[in-house]
């Protein structure tokens, strides 16, 4: 794509996205409002909105709010134009209860918190392997909670059942229980209650096994993805094809948004808190950040403290020196995401070239 100069007075955007519509505002370095306009979200609306925005002056940075949802396609087009995007969180309630809410009053606001330096975070571009992971997991995810949904009534079925019908299946492990409750013939007659459990326990058993082959053929699709996306990352002790993949998605297509690895600590949620009073000094499980990602080192924490000598060593070892389990699984973590950071910035990019995106010369 070829680069544009656009002359004039240096400006800030701000966009307020919605289904619909994108509603944009445009201000001046000393922060006064010059304009505002709707835009409808579609593809021609996206690069009516960057012309004109551009119309108004030379464009710094444009704040979009939500582009992590309604904002998302805006953020890749904006980003493929070579403007600089940054993500800007809604205003709390404070500020809303002062100012109003409307779509102008929030454009600005976007324009004005990036403007005013309080919006910093890169959002993810969502353009490349990553991505394709994160909506595969999407399915995965549902898929596995309406399994454990699916489950859990067979198993709740099964305590009010008639006798007969509790025996026949009494102490079968799981899948066979579910082949036996799929070959059920409760007969064309629904209105005695055996029958209609049988009827209800078989769909239920034939939705199982159809949802953990959809699974199966899911995780088919996704292991190779992950190992495309991170070979180093999979090549990290206790670290498996969904630990890896969650945090792949927790870190977007452009790992190098986050500036640190103390920034990657942050986003998982496995920062240090400072819990520290008086003579005691100490710090706390950090309870913020992606709690999924969270939940990934926490795994491979617990593999590692299973598995790994040099782990199971250095347990004992603080265990000695009067460390309780937790703020052990605190440092454990910390190290990990450590590892993980390095892991993904050090993979070559997977990001896919867009032109579609680019704005109309």
């Given at each position: 794509?070829?680069?544009?100069?656009?002359?004039?007075?240096?400006?800030?955007?701000?966009?307020?996205?919605?289904?619909?519509?994108?509603?944009?505002?445009?201000?001046?370095?000393?922060?006064?409002?010059?304009?505002?306009?709707?835009?409808?979200?579609?593809?021609?609306?996206?690069?009516?909105?960057?012309?004109?925005?551009?119309?108004?002056?030379?464009?710094?940075?444009?704040?979009?709010?939500?582009?992590?949802?309604?904002?998302?396609?805006?953020?890749?087009?904006?980003?493929?134009?070579?403007?600089?995007?940054?993500?800007?969180?809604?205003?709390?309630?404070?500020?809303?209860?002062?100012?109003?809410?409307?779509?102008?009053?929030?454009?600005?606001?976007?324009?004005?918190?990036?403007?005013?330096?309080?919006?910093?975070?890169?959002?993810?571009?969502?353009?490349?392997?990553?991505?394709?992971?994160?909506?595969?997991?999407?399915?995965?995810?549902?898929?596995?909670?309406?399994?454990?949904?699916?489950?859990?009534?067979?198993?709740?079925?099964?305590?009010?059942?008639?006798?007969?019908?509790?025996?026949?299946?009494?102490?079968?492990?799981?899948?066979?229980?579910?082949?036996?409750?799929?070959?059920?013939?409760?007969?064309?007659?629904?209105?005695?209650?055996?029958?209609?459990?049988?009827?209800?326990?078989?769909?239920?058993?034939?939705?199982?096994?159809?949802?953990?082959?959809?699974?199966?053929?899911?995780?088919?699709?996704?292991?190779?993805?992950?190992?495309?996306?991170?070979?180093?990352?999979?090549a990290l002790f206790g670290v498996g094809s969904e630990t890896a993949g969650q945090l792949l998605a927790s870190a977007g297509d452009n790992p190098e948004r986050m500036r640190s690895e103390a920034a990657f600590a942050h986003l998982a949620g496995v920062a240090p808190i400072p819990a520290?009073?008086?003579?005691t000094h100490r710090h706390r499980l950090n309870r913020g950040g992606d709690r999924a990602a969270n939940n990934a080192l926490h795994t491979i924490v617990l593999v590692r403290m299973r598995y790994d000598e040099r782990t199971r060593a250095y347990v004992a070892r603080r265990t000695k020196?009067?460390?309780?389990?937790?703020?052990?699984?605190?440092?454990?973590?910390?190290?990990?995401?450590?590892?993980?950071?390095?892991?993904?910035?050090?993979?070559?990019?997977?990001?896919?070239?867009?032109?579609?995106?680019?704005?109309?010369?």
């Open positions: 794509m070829t680069s544009m100069t656009y002359d004039g007075p240096e400006i800030t955007g701000g966009v307020d996205t919605h289904g619909l519509t994108h509603h944009a505002a445009v201000i001046d370095r000393l922060g006064r409002h010059l304009a505002d306009q709707e835009f409808p979200a579609t593809v021609a609306g996206y690069r009516d909105l960057l012309e004109w925005m551009r119309s108004h002056g030379a464009l710094r940075a444009v704040g979009v709010e939500g582009s992590g949802a309604y904002g998302a396609e805006l953020a890749r087009v904006l980003t493929a134009a070579g403007v600089t995007v940054l993500d800007v969180d809604r205003p709390d309630r404070k500020v809303r209860r002062l100012r109003g809410k409307s779509d102008p009053i929030d454009a600005y606001a976007a324009a004005t918190a990036v403007a005013a330096g309080r919006a910093v975070g890169v959002p993810k571009s969502r353009d490349g392997v990553v991505e394709a992971i994160r909506v595969l997991r999407c399915a995965r995810r549902s898929a596995v909670k309406a399994r454990t949904q699916a489950m859990n009534q067979i198993r709740g079925l099964l305590v009010s059942a008639p006798a007969v019908l509790r025996e026949q299946v009494a102490g079968l492990e799981r899948a066979l229980l579910i082949r036996t409750l799929a070959r059920l013939r409760p007969g064309t007659d629904l209105s005695a209650p055996l029958a209609a459990t049988k009827a209800a326990l078989r769909r239920l058993a034939r939705r199982h096994q159809a949802l953990n082959d959809e699974i199966t053929e899911l995780d088919t699709e996704i292991g190779p993805l992950v190992k495309q996306a991170a070979p180093q990352l999979l520290s009073s008086g003579r020196e009067g460390l309780s389990k937790k703020d052990i699984t605190r440092c454990l973590k910390r190290f990990v995401a450590r590892e993980v950071y390095r892991a993904l910035t050090s993979t070559p990019s997977t990001k896919i070239t867009r032109t579609d995106l680019a704005p109309a010369a």
